[in-house]
């Protein structure tokens, strides 16, 4: 129940952890490793009468899965890309389902002769169960590492998408285990209906969260000219998701056999439709602000999580001291499980694998050492009811404390011992290290900020911003690094490479005006997502040392939210003769503007003798290449509009108008900016021009 005094620990806790983000990094600590020190001295501190408001607010299965978790859920697969999710799919879900069901397995059986040994009297369902929960990894404690510590990004993404696959299988195969462990094991009836249970779970979650990602997309789209509309249609999304599939779960019920719906999986689809195929349907003012939106939410889910499992452990039920060892064995019992279903795993994934698609040794050493426990496993914890028992349990703590105990050892054994290590054994594995692409990119990064802060630095001077004597200064030292950075990219091995840094700049500037174009609608969805596609294709391409990519293609099959509305529009809408031109000449209109915007801005970077940056030939490729592709445009553009003098005439209206839309609307803001109206007069123009 929220009172007061759970309201200001909520708060306290919050204020706290912002604040931890500084101390976390003078004592060389992670966040979170340094969040559950809090939770344990919050913990302790609520003993005494004044602080004792912490306690009042606890972790509840309530507050982790339907307020935390789904948050969590949905801001992790939200970001994560969809089209390279679906290219290492094969290893990701061998990984989520395989090695997870190795990893319970090994833990279970484990536990249970541990426990047998030492004269404790546990069935195997008990121990398995602890397996299931204890299993999944944490995605958000160790990505954080990731990101701060700079792991290769196809590592991060297996094991960001590894992490939330396996969250859903750990529930699905734990919520299983959990019904056998309450009603008993009744033989073959028990295995069909607990395999016709996960299977549901599982497919039924991804139907689920197609159906309703696909509906919140097209209500964000509706909603596209009204940014808080659609920022707060995000928000419900997740919740949503999550709570009706867990309330549906109860109503799937055929005959004797009940058919219920993985909440995470649901949520986990949900979060990488809308963050990939609705995305774009987001108005531009509106997408980077959902994106720092969800990243404050799942920063203050994940602080009040790891304070709660500090203040969690202060509160644990005390254990005899040879329970205490057995917790301690169990600690490396798990470590070593997770080993042993990552090496042999992913030793025979890469025997039948291209040479492209294989997992590294180093990056399966990261994979099994950065397997962090966190959320979900207390989560797990928290659901099993506290009657639980079992016949001939011979040990003073109930199952469910136990479990609780056990648990709580192991995400602290994770935090304290692995966490703390992660940079040493990247930095060890050399998985840090830039690769050569990236050394370019640096190196040309630098050349051309000393370069343009040179420039900046002498029109301030001529101003009489900056002191001639002060100005002379920068100047030198600044020219003084990039003097360095200019002759480390003349080095002969950086010419192709430098090639590959612009042909990737040159697309970057590409997709930023592409976006601009479809922000003022000068390019509708259907073309924007056409280009943006092809654009995407060819900097993968270029990425991995291509620079010949196909430049007519526009997909290559791993668009499966694209695809699957693109089925449904060809079904449901399909384009007319009209619609087809008129898309076809705003598309060589936007590779023509485009075009010239790239050429514009690399022919300024060339007057600015950059030269000394860019190679001198990579630059005139490159400058060569996109006055062929704008010359092409043109002319597919004027051919259109000869063949359709109707249709031209039509767009050409039509264009114009959302042109000075646009300067109207730059106008009005820049009116605005600068007071000379006010915030209601600001709102009746808007809505004028609208």
């Keep these: 129940?929220?009172?007061?005094?759970?309201?200001?620990?909520?708060?306290?806790?919050?204020?706290?952890?912002?604040?931890?983000?500084?101390?976390?990094?003078?004592?060389?600590?992670?966040?979170?490793?340094?969040?559950?020190?809090?939770?344990?001295?919050?913990?302790?501190?609520?003993?005494?009468?004044?602080?004792?408001?912490?306690?009042?607010?606890?972790?509840?299965?309530?507050?982790?899965?339907?307020?935390?978790?789904?948050?969590?859920?949905?801001?992790?697969?939200?970001?994560?890309?969809?089209?390279?999710?679906?290219?290492?799919?094969?290893?990701?879900?061998?990984?989520?389902?395989?090695?997870?069901?190795?990893?319970?397995?090994?833990?279970?059986?484990?536990?249970?002769?541990?426990?047998v040994f030492f004269g404790f009297t546990v069935p195997f369902i008990f121990t398995l169960l602890f397996g299931a929960l204890i299993s999944a990894t944490d995605p958000v404690a160790v990505l954080a590492l990731f990101k701060e510590y700079g792991?290769?990004?196809?590592?991060?993404?297996?094991?960001?998408?590894?992490?939330?696959?396996?969250?859903?299988?750990?529930?699905?195969?734990?919520?299983?285990?959990?019904?056998?462990?309450?009603?008993?094991?009744?033989?073959?009836?028990?295995?069909?209906?607990?395999?016709?249970?996960?299977?549901?779970?599982m497919v039924g979650g991804v139907i689920f969260g197609v159906i309703v990602g696909g509906i919140f997309a097209k209500l964000v789209g509706l909603a596209r000219e009204n940014e808080i509309a659609s920022i707060t249609l995000t928000i419900v999304l997740a919740h949503t998701t999550f709570i009706l599939a867990e309330i549906l779960s109860h109503y799937m019920v055929w005959g004797e056999f009940h058919f219920p719906l993985s909440p995470i999986i649901a949520?986990?689809?949900?979060?990488?439709?809308?963050?990939?195929?609705?995305?774009?349907?987001?108005?531009?003012?509106?997408?980077?602000f959902v994106e720092n939106l969800w990243s404050q939410l799942a920063f203050m889910s994940n602080s009040l999580i790891f304070i709660l499992i500090g203040i969690l452990f202060v509160n644990v039920p005390k254990l005899e001291p040879l329970m205490i060892g057995i917790v301690a064995i169990t600690i490396?019992?798990?470590?070593?499980?997770?080993?042993?279903?990552?090496?042999?795993?992913?030793?025979?994934?890469?025997?039948?694998?291209?040479?492209?698609?294989?997992?590294?040794?180093?990056?399966?050493?990261?994979?099994?050492?950065?397997?962090?426990?966190?959320?979900?496993?207390?989560?797990?914890?928290?659901?099993?009811?506290?009657?639980?028992?079992?016949?001939?349990?011979?040990?003073?703590?109930?199952?469910?404390?136990?479990?609780?105990?056990?648990?709580?050892?192991?995400?602290?054994?994770?935090?304290?011992?692995?966490?703390?290590?992660?940079?040493?054994?990247?930095?060890?594995?050399?998985?840090?290290?830039?690769?050569?692409?990236?050394?370019?990119?640096?190196?040309?990064?630098?050349?051309?900020?000393?370069?343009?802060?040179?420039?900046?630095?002498?029109?301030?001077?001529?101003?009489?911003?900056?002191?001639?004597?002060?100005?002379?200064?920068l100047c030198a030292d600044h020219?003084?690094?990039?003097?360095?950075?200019?002759?480390?990219?003349?080095?002969?091995?950086?010419?192709?490479?430098?090639?590959?840094?612009?042909?990737?700049?040159?697309?970057?500037?590409?997709?930023?005006?592409?976006?601009?174009?479809?922000?003022?609608?000068?390019?509708?969805?259907?073309?924007?997502?056409?280009?943006?596609?092809?654009?995407?294709?060819?900097?993968?391409?270029?990425?991995?040392?291509?620079?010949a990519p196909n430049m007519s293609i526009h997909s290559d099959g791993k668009d499966i939210f694209e695809i699957m509305a693109d089925l449904l529009r060809k079904i449901m809408k399909p384009e007319t003769d009209e619609q087809k031109t008129e898309n076809l000449y705003m598309y060589y209109r936007a590779q023509t503007i485009i075009s010239r915007k790239v050429l514009k801005e690399l022919g300024a970077v060339d007057k600015l003798n950059a030269e000394h940056i860019f190679s001198v030939d990579a630059l005139k490729h490159v400058l060569d290449l996109y006055t062929n592709f704008k010359t092409q445009s043109e002319e597919k553009m004027n051919d259109l509009a000869t063949a359709n003098p109707a249709c031209h005439k039509k767009l050409s209206h039509q264009l114009a108008e959302y042109g000075t839309h646009k300067i109207e609307e730059n106008i009005l803001q820049e009116l605005y900016e600068r007071q000379l109206i006010t915030p209601k007069l600001y709102i009746t123009l808007k809505e004028e021009l609208h």
């Design 332 to 473: 490396l019992i798990v470590a070593v499980a997770r080993a042993i279903s990552i090496y042999p795993v992913l030793s025979i994934f890469n025997s039948v694998s291209k040479a492209e698609k294989k997992i590294p040794i180093a990056w399966q050493h990261l994979l099994s050492w950065g397997s962090l426990r966190g959320a979900l496993a207390v989560t797990m914890v928290l659901l099993i009811p506290d009657g639980l028992s079992f016949a001939n349990w011979n040990i003073t703590t109930s199952p469910k404390e136990l479990l609780l105990a056990i648990t709580v050892g192991c995400i602290f054994a994770t935090l304290f011992i692995k966490a703390t290590t992660i940079q040493k054994f990247m930095r060890y594995l050399k998985l840090d290290a830039l690769t050569e692409i990236e050394k370019v990119e640096a190196q040309e990064a630098r050349a051309l900020v000393h370069h343009e802060v040179q420039e900046r630095i002498k029109r301030y001077e001529k101003r009489g911003y900056i002191e001639t004597s002060v100005a002379s200064s």
């Design 267 to 288: 949520t986990t689809i949900a979060a990488l439709l809308m963050g990939n195929y609705g995305r774009s349907k987001i108005h531009p003012r509106a997408e980077e």
């Design 151 to 201: 792991a290769p990004r196809r590592l991060s993404l297996i094991f960001e998408g590894e992490s939330l696959f396996n969250d859903a299988t750990a529930v699905a195969l734990f919520i299983v285990l959990l019904e056998i462990a309450q009603f008993g094991y009744h033989g073959f009836a028990t295995v069909l209906e607990g395999v016709i249970s996960f299977t549901s779970m």
């Design 1 to 115: 129940m929220l009172t007061a005094n759970t309201t200001l620990a909520i708060f306290t806790m919050l204020g706290i952890s912002s604040l931890a983000i500084f101390l976390a990094k003078r004592v060389r600590l992670p966040h979170t490793v340094f969040l559950v020190i809090i939770g344990l001295m919050l913990g302790l501190l609520a003993q005494i009468p004044t602080f004792h408001f912490f306690s009042e607010f606890t972790l509840t299965p309530q507050l982790l899965f339907y307020l935390l978790l789904p948050t969590l859920i949905f801001e992790s697969a939200y970001n994560i890309n969809a089209r390279k999710m679906v290219s290492d799919m094969p290893s990701i879900l061998i990984l989520a389902i395989l090695s997870l069901i190795v990893s319970t397995i090994l833990i279970g059986g484990a536990l249970y002769y541990l426990l």
């Design 479 to 547: 020219k003084q690094k990039y003097d360095k950075a200019c002759r480390d990219l003349a080095a002969p091995d950086t010419k192709v490479l430098s090639l590959r840094v612009l042909r990737m700049y040159a697309i970057g500037i590409e997709k930023k005006h592409l976006k601009e174009l479809y922000h003022h609608n000068e390019v509708n969805e259907p073309v924007f997502k056409r280009l943006t596609g092809k654009l995407q294709l060819q900097l993968e391409s270029i990425e991995i040392g291509n620079l």
